[in-house]
């Protein structure tokens, strides 16, 4: 059967995200015996939306701009995923996107399925004025193609809760008057006064850690005095940082856009991401050397924590690792090679369809909240956000050992199994 992936690689260059995609429900639906009729239906999305749409800049001038939003799969439930402003968006990229957040909340048990949005432009190049208009007219463009029982978007790489909060008022005057705070549950992530949930700024970084806490009792591995490095230093990996941190772990060495740092006696991430919210980076932060990409890589570590973009352990980076297990914040950090060559070196995987699903399910808890008209405590988040966790790694765990999978496909497996239970039982209409 073809793979249906449509997608081409460039010319000297390796699988593009959605390659990467496509080859991991490839393996899983063999480990498992995927019913073929499902394994079709699920190599391509249901619904894909390009958008073009002019905006206003601040100096009078019109730019054309190029969105999308890819819905991926339903059948448990709303289509639910990020909305990314990056200068590299494009379709392959948002289709891997929606897929892995239909295999994430599926092993998370949530009733969602998976999408995923983004407008391909640099955000950092436009001010906060520019940010809005592009936000809102974003929204208007996608129109009824979201909703809160349709399609629920959430910030990703370049937005944040402000982002949220726009494309959620933009959304509010498309319905009648006695209908706008119905809808406020038409995004998750929003700031706490505009409807937010406690705990979900931080959520994906302490799910994250939830589950690095599990593995290391599995190992009988203490934290406490551990080192780490971290790659990508926006949400995740500086939530997830924080907390490793109180937990008496060392970070190390760090990575981003802008540069690498690192110090044996470690960095303080809280100042470094007191520093990145200033200046946009990690670079020209006084609290460690500077050291090149390659030399980041190399730096020998217990835990590594790749939370930038997708595609960065690759046949290049993957043989310079020096470190005990890799915990994917970032969505699709790993590709296929990379992944053969972290095996054959004994680094365990712990995969972002799992280590990453703590921004979902509190998304999922925010959700909750506003459907209910309810408020839940910070104490209440975590304490479910770490069921949660607990359960699906637990699980995973499981199917790995009794099949003797590996992590991804053991997760993979997990949710195919449940996504095509749920076929099996509702057929295809008509």
Known sequence: MS????????????????????????????????DEQVHTILLQPKNELIVNFPVKMDDGSYKLLKGYRIQHNNIMGPYKGGIRFHHDVHLDEVKALAAWMTWKCAVMEIPFGGAKGGIKFNPREHSPAELERITRRFTHALGNNIGPDHDIPAPDVGTNGQ??????????????????????????????????SQGREKATGQGLVYVVQEWAKENHFPLDGCTFIV???????????????????????V????????????????????????????????GGEVITREEFFSTECDLFIPAALENQITAETAPLLKCRAVFEGANGP??????????????????DILANAGGVTVSYFEWLQNRRAESWTLDEVDERLHRMMVHAYNTVRRV????KLDNRTAAYVHALERIQQVYKERGIFP
């Open 3 to 34: 793979d249906g992936s449509g997608a081409k690689k460039g010319k000297g260059k390796g699988m593009n995200a959605y390659e990467v995609a496509v080859a991991q429900l490839n393996r899983a639906a063999d480990a498992m015996h995927l």
């Open 163 to 196: 982002t949220m909060v726009w494309l959620m008022d933009t959304y509010m005057n498309f319905v009648p008057q006695d209908r706008k705070n119905a809808v406020r549950g038409v995004v998750t992530g929003k700031t706490l006064t505009s409807g937010g």
């Open 231 to 253: 790659q990508g230093f926006g949400n995740v990996g500086s939530f997830a940082a924080r907390i490793l941190s109180r937990l008496g772990a060392s970070m190390i060495a």
């Open 255 to 286: 990575q981003d856009h802008t540069g690498a740092l690192r110090s044996n006696e470690g960095l303080h991430p809280g100042r470094l991401a007191e520093h990145v919210r200033q200046t946009g980076g990690v670079a020209g932060y006084a």
């Open 334 to 351: 790993t590709d296929i090679e990379g992944e053969a060559i972290l095996a054959s070196k004994g680094i365990d995987v712990v995969p």
């Open 400 to 403: 790995a050992r009794d099949r």
